[in-house]
């Protein structure tokens, strides 16, 4: 179910589909993909059933638990909202004057592709505009790996070895009826590291570091840490706009002035209509007479209220450290996907720069670039302009670590950084304006994580059950963790939201 989140990680799946041979399993898999998803995309507004008006209390105030509490003020429910910080927007969040031009960063999540619906629908509804990033877009992407370029026409050749065990491997990985057989439960034991080892033999080495490259930014964890099933399966079975495979995924899009436009001018329309209640972190829950009893930690001290619908739109990572959430009378494996969800520890690293000189020739190479460049350096795997599409001379490279690197992170360890960079893209530590940031998502205490990552053991069952309502429909989850169609991605959040609200008032 992976759309892909960076450039690279894009490519590497376009060119190993081109690389693997067609199989009766993929056809077969894709047509029922087809079929199957046809009824996803409900009307946003769409109620289940239920009568009467109801009180909701939603916790988080992510693009999650914004998008259910539209949906329910709008079909004339009251809502609550309880968010932990003292903003809105959760990991929509841009920080805006980056540089002396002007420009913005995206401190949490960046691109949207065309096929993301549900918040490109949210958009258009709330009068948002969406700004098209690959209108007039010059300039490839590259690979520097063991100090030697290469371009995607360097790459298809040596990836087809590779193509066809993958292919061989992603046939029978589901059954007539869609579901994973054994045979996806049998690699979903094995790591992406342990996978690419075994298949890897005969393979040239730096295919293998490309394709690390691409998944630890992309996934957020390590190749050690992931179930190997994230490359296996990686046709896409987004069928909104008829079925299609990874080649969909274009990440084309951005909310016009900054992402957090987006959840800002929501909280604008809702900010009459709920109750809000900021700073409220949650400490405590409990399941009483029906009702799901709420303990917040407030500057004022500790808060409780009590409700007969709430809906947790907080990371797992979160939500498992909330005291009395394993006492709940929750399924087995609803408590083991809180308990045990993986979550990738990414950290985006921004630099800016006098121009773009990225976008330059550079003498020697036949090509001209485009910011992005993948490697594996000790300093950075995966990096690309954020500055497109802003006015300005300057530029902003972004660099999205993951891994080992995200996880052992610190602003001393990127002293070399400018240096290596500076190898593919010659001249640019000269170019450093002196603006820098970077935001830390594992260490910020309401995140505790960049975004979902199914670890060895998770891939294929996951998703299935975290979306679920616990305690009778009385206890529904949304969030990026909880979409089905598009884990990790703002509209995976949107579409939780969507889905919350529904189940709420059903």
Not at 20 to 43: C, D, H, T, V, Y
Not at 249 to 269: A, F, H, K
Not at 350 to 377: C, H, K, Q
Not at 440 to 465: A, D, I, R
Request: charged residues 25%; glycine residues 12%; aromatic residues 8%.
């Amino acid at each position: 179910m992976i759309h892909g989140r960076t450039p690279l990680f894009r490519q590497v799946m376009k060119l190993l589909l081109q690389s693997m041979p067609e199989s009766e399993g993929r056809r077969r898999f894709i047509k029922q993909a087809a079929m199957a998803g046809a009824g996803m995309l409900l009307p946003a507004c769409a109620t289940t059933g239920g009568g009467g008006k109801k009180t909701v209390a939603i916790v988080g105030g992510g693009i999650a638990g914004l998008t259910a509490a539209w949906r329910l003020v709008n079909k004339g429910h009251a809502v609550h909202l309880y968010e932990g910080s003292n903003r809105t927007g959760g990991r929509m969040f841009t920080k805006r004057q980056f540089n002396t031009d002007g420009q913005f960063v995206e401190l949490g999540a960046e691109l949207v592709d065309t096929n993301h619906k549900h918040i490109i629908a949210l958009a258009k509804e709330l009068g948002v505009k969406m700004q098209n990033l690959r209108r007039g877009e010059k300039g490839v992407d590259f690979v520097w790996l063991e100090d030697r370029l290469r371009t995607d026409h360097d790459i298809p050749a040596a990836f087809k070895p590779l193509g066809a065990k993958i292919a061989a491997d992603a046939d029978g990985l589901y059954d007539a009826e869609g579901n994973f057989t054994d045979k996806a439960r049998q690699f979903d034991r094995m790591s992406l590291s342990a996978y690419l080892k075994d298949r890897g033999r005969g393979i040239e080495p730096w295919v293998i570091q490309l394709l690390i490259a691409a998944y630890e930014p992309e996934l957020g964890a390590s190749a050690e840490k992931q179930s190997c099933l994230n490359l296996i399966d990686f046709i896409n079975p987004d069928v909104s706009d008829g079925f299609q495979i990874f080649g969909d995924s274009d990440e084309g899009w951005r909310i016009q002035g900054g992402n957090d436009t987006l959840p800002t001018v929501l909280m604008e329309r809702l900010r009459s209509k709920i109750t809000l209640h900021l700073g409220h972190k949650l400490a405590g829950i409990a399941d009483k007479d029906g009702r799901v009893t709420l303990k917040f930690d407030t500057q004022g001290g500790v808060q409780t209220a009590d409700y007969q619908r709430v809906i947790l739109a907080i990371p797992f990572t979160v939500l498992r450290g909330v005291p009395g959430v394993f006492d709940l009378p929750l399924t087995a494996s609803k408590k083991r996907c809180i308990r045990e969800m993986g979550y990738g520890s990414n950290v985006k690293v921004f630099r800016s720069f006098t121009r773009r000189l990225w976008r330059e020739p550079v003498p020697g190479r036949d090509f001209i670039g485009n910011g992005s460049v993948f490697a594996m350096e000790p300093t950075y795997q995966n990096v690309w302009e954020t500055s497109r599409g802003q006015p300005g001379e300057r530029g902003i490279i972004t660099n999205l670590l993951g891994g080992r690197r995200g996880e052992n992170y610190s602003e001393g360890m990127m002293a070399g950084y400018l240096d290596e960079l500076d190898a593919a893209i010659p001249g640019l530590k000269k170019a450093y304006d002196g603006k820098a940031a970077a935001m830390n998502w594992p260490k910020q205490p309401l995140t505790k994580g960049s975004y979902s990552c199914p670890f060895v053991g998770q891939y294929t069952w996951m998703y299935e059950e975290s979306p679920k309502p616990a305690l009778d429909g009385r206890l529904i989850f949304a969030g990026e963790h909880t979409s089905t169609v598009s884990p990790g991605f703002m509209n995976g959040g949107v579409e939780s939201g969507e889905r919350a609200a529904r189940e709420a008032i059903g």
